[in-house]
Nanobody
């Protein structure tokens, strides 16, 4: 199983970024997928998750600003991040759940300048 994340970068506060995570070697369409983030000195936290049927849920701090979506034809999960804040700065990791197994992509760094 491989998860390839992309889309991080440097953006000013109030700006937008779109993260992508392409999965291979896994039956993606029946897997839940999510995005986690880890800021320096902090624990990794769940940002958003989407079930195999497309139902999303979000951590309170990003509700109304971030949108998670998936394209099963492309085996890809996305995270659209709008109205970014300095506190969104972190390494972002995609995650896919298949049965009892979890798989992680490499981190993609998001830096929001204030």
């Amino acid at each position: 199983v491989q998860l390839q994340a992309s889309g991080g970068g440097l953006v000013q506060a109030g700006g937008s970024l779109r993260l992508s995570c392409a999965a291979s070697g896994i039956l993606f369409r029946v897997s839940a997928a999510g995005w986690y983030r880890q800021a320096p000195g902090k624990q990794r936290e769940l940002v958003a998750r989407i079930t195999s049927s497309g139902r999303p849920n979000y951590v309170d701090s990003v509700k109304g600003r971030f949108t998670i979506s998936r394209d099963n034809a492309k085996n890809t999960v996305y995270l659209q991040m709008n109205s970014l804040k300095a506190e969104d700065t972190a390494d972002y990791y995609c995650n896919v759940e298949f049965g009892r197994s979890q798989y992680w992509g490499q981190g993609t760094l998001v830096t929001v300048s204030s």
